[in-house]
């Protein structure tokens, strides 16, 4: 299994760039990287996910360097209402060995 | 359109009691799976079922069991409670259990163990 590691927690302010980098150093040829988002309460929600290079969506983007040993992602202008824990997910093409990091604890100061 | 639903939202529960934790599912996905989270460990698989009548162990199985009936119910009994199980237990869907799969959670059931 893959195993990643995040910070446990940043704080931001609105309007700015949210950079978070996950550490997955022994991910496989075939595992993709996906992140989500949990708010108080609810259960993980799908962010974005990736392979190699860069992706990016309505809501975020995802960079991951040519070695796959980690990646970051990035959420632009943050607002309050970004206030979450943002998890990194290494999958397995082989099956569903999942593994989620420990989290990181974003808070969006006014 | 419901998604996944979860019963009980939360449970309390004595120690050595029979519990199931129901797990709903309307999209017609072939894969679920049965996670729990616990303060600062984040989410970790207990159990998954790629399709109807299969299921497999995640990182954390002891204690649980599962069935996979039918496509849409993905049931989790512990045989007997025991406090180390106090947590949120989450359900997952996703459409083929492959990696490239988006997992959609339900809300989560809250258990508590005495």
């Known amino acids: 299994l893959a195993k990643t590691t995040q910070p446990i927690s940043m704080d931001s302010y609105e309007g700015q760039e949210v950079n978070i980098t996950c550490s997955h150093n022994?991910?496989?040829?075939?595992?993709?990287i996906t992140w989500y988002q949990q708010f108080p309460s609810q259960g993980p929600r799908f962010i974005i996910q990736g392979y190699k290079t860069k992706v990016t969506n309505e809501v975020a983007s995802l960079f991951i360097p040519a070695d796959r040993k980690s990646s970051t992602l990035s959420l632009p202008r943050v607002s309050l209402s970004d206030t979450a824990v943002y998890y990194c997910?290494?999958?397995?093409?082989?099956?569903?060995?999942?593994?989620f990091g420990g989290g990181t604890r974003v808070l969006v100061k006014p | 359109i419901a998604g996944i639903t979860q019963a009980p939202t939360s449970q309390i529960l004595a120690a050595g009691r029979r519990m199931t934790l129901r797990c709903t599912q309307d999209?017609?996905?072939?894969?679920m799976y049965w996670y729990r989270q616990d303060l600062g460990l984040g989410l970790r698989l207990i159990h998954y079922s790629n399709t109807a009548g299969t299921t497999g162990k995640g990182e954390v199985p002891d204690g649980y069991s599962v069935s996979r009936a039918n496509t849409d119910d993905f049931p989790l009994t512990l045989a007997s409670a025991v406090p180390s199980q106090t947590s949120v237990y989450f359900c997952a869907s996703s459409h083929t259990g492959g990696p490239t799969d988006t997992q959609y959670f339900g809300p989560g059931t809250r258990l508590t163990v005495l």
């Open positions: 999209m017609r996905h072939n894969a």
């Open positions: 997910l290494v999958t397995q093409a082989a099956g569903n060995k999942l593994t």
């Open positions: 022994n991910i496989a040829t075939n595992d993709y």
